[in-house]
């Protein structure tokens, strides 16, 4: 089930073609998962989504693949978006990600949000050293 | 503001003392922040919350340092804990995390946050390509 | 699958009977989404539940039906119910939402989902100009 | 600082003042705490939510007060409500929540976050035991 | 579906068939449900997770089988995790919750949601009167 | 406080320059408040967040100004983000919401949030009508 249709046909528009194309030829494999179905209902979201996950989760920066996608994977949890955590969890097994390395993955996730209740749950006051606005820079 | 007193001689309990001591000589500063100082209201708590973020925070594992931070950094965002958010992005910083790594992961977590609200919005189905409990072992 | 039981025979309880006679009426449909049907294993639940949805969007207020039922998709979303995000964007959709109206609203959604995420990110400082409660009257 | 302005002479309302009086009365207590002020910007919002505030959780109902108050503040731990976390809190004690039960609590909506998490994580498919909807009734 | 394997021989690795079988043993049941079977692809996650439900859950405490049960599903409910609510409601009910303690659950649940939403959306400002860490000891 | 420094000077970099004349342009104000000052830290995290909501909010679209603002808010809310709140009803009683709508406004948030968590706390079936991807388009 989806709230827009997933259109069998959706190449037929040259705007969801070409996004479906660059995911191709970026990814280098003809699966189009669903995401990017269900968004060609418009393509101008389809397009401006893609161009940003392209430009970070595609393409080199400061942090390595492995790390984005774990870093992807513990915001979709904690989100508990269920598509996602599936997505990205298969993108992180492409990437190399281990048995080992997925068991700590989660086991940080649930301690931080074990964490992040219990603090909420005491209202910690911050502490001052935390605050880097009143650092000189 | 917290829920619990914060004791200024809270100390003087040997099992706090001990906890206390513990954070001290692992993370070699006298610094004690409050979160300890406020979990301490309850000995039993402070020490299974201090044993288990020691033994995946403050001792070598598969994940370097540096990453387990930035991942405990985006789940704290996502749950929207002021606290955990400004203690761990201190302590990635202390870890060595630079101004462009930190815009990277707050990218990556803006975006991870964009998909997942798109994702859900849509209520995109699974792929059956993700389902990691019927591959083969 | 469900936590309680959908009865087939809900409304031979006449209070549940009563519920589900004035949302036909109000809605002209005879359809009973599973919702309220879920709701009748208590009959008080579901009148209280019942009254308060029909006095807010089967009711004309300041708002009109369609943005009632966009900020409800909103929240449903951020809120992750995926039952609530179906049943709500088929109302929508009823009411006149457009493809491109649904497109925009995802989009806003998921760029405050972004924003919010970098904000609690950052802990932006608020603006001393943001504080209604200090100004004259 | 509020989104809202917090009026002085709010009780100059008749609306506002039944209300606030009958929180004087039901509480036993001069003290009107900010949410209701806050509230009082639009009297059919603040009558509304007292009415069923006061139904629920300042008369007695099949759960006894102290466990209301507890469940109270578990949802608004994870749902990050500042203000709910502080004022059910203050709300548990006055019930007499001791410093054992609070430890406990907070434990056991850390455990529960830690598993949702986990859960969420593993995408763990339902065991068909769990579906109360098949049940013969 | 899920993000890693369910094994059927989990059990041939003794680390985890200990687990299981302390599972079975506490419980007094065969029945070993997916949570687990999914925890196992890494056994030390496995065997700290069921450490630390058992010592909390599954052992008389300060609070009472069935407020555990309740505040349990009241945060997995909060935190939108469609298992943990299916097998925490399915552990209540197994506790003795009969239907009116689920609905009146619920009722609690749902008003907190809808008055951490109401404080939010306010930014109610915090009442000195709750500050607990203000306070003499 | 803040995880970043927010730099008095952060103008003297052209880049953020550039991005602060386009919002007072964009905004016919002196006034840059602190998130665009916080986000300076990073002149490529700032130039691609306000580019996309100057895009869909500071811009013509579909859905009207104070409509946006309103599911904008409605967000923020369910993702617990205190500075977006403030900002986002900041800017909508600038575009002219009156008391009236933002009480009805909350009302719905609150109403949401509680259907929400009934829904997720039943685990409500889908009812297949909701189905949009199984329609003939």
């Known amino acids: 089930m989806a709230t827009v249709a997933l ?17 191709r030829a970026t ?9 990017w179905r269900a968004l060609a209902f418009d393509p ?3 397009e401006s989504t ?24 513990a915001v979709s949890i904690a989100n508990s978006c269920s598509y996602c955590i599936h997505s990205h969890t298969a993108a992180a097994k492409a990437k190399g990600m281990t048995d080992g390395q997925h068991a700590e993955l989660l086991a940080i996730v649930a301690l931080a949000a074990r964490t992040n209740h219990l603090a909420n749950g ?16």
């Open 7 to 23: 259109a069998d046909d959706a190449e037929s528009d040259p705007r969801v073609k070409a996004v479906f194309d660059d995911i």
């Open 27 to 35: 990814r280098k494999t003809d699966f189009i998962n669903n995401m």
């Open 44 to 46: 101008g979201l389809l």
């Open 50 to 73: 893609w161009a940003d996950v392209k430009a970070l989760m595609a393409t080199p920066t400061l942090l390595d693949p492995l790390t984005k996608e774990m870093v992807y994977i």
């Open 122 to 137: 005491l209202q910690v006051p911050l502490d001052p050293q935390f605050d880097m606005a009143a650092r000189p820079q």
